[in-house]
């Protein structure tokens, strides 16, 4: 993952992101990525269930 900070506390899922970060142009190069999963990820505490997020600019 980049720049993502999940955390689970009983069925709370948080989620931290640097909203200041830039990890430079996506693969079509039409957006700036600033945090992704990078995939689908197991959510902390719960490994059945995952979640997918791309956080970007244009």
Known sequence: MKN???TSEGD????????SQR???SSSGKTTIVAS???NQAV???EEIKIGLN???K
């Open 55 to 57: 956080v970007y600019t």
């Open 23 to 25: 990890f430079g142009k």
């Open 37 to 39: 999963t990078e995939g």
């Open 44 to 46: 902390p505490g719960h």
């Open 12 to 19: 709370i899922l948080t989620i931290k992101i640097d909203l």
């Open 4 to 6: 993502i900070e999940m």
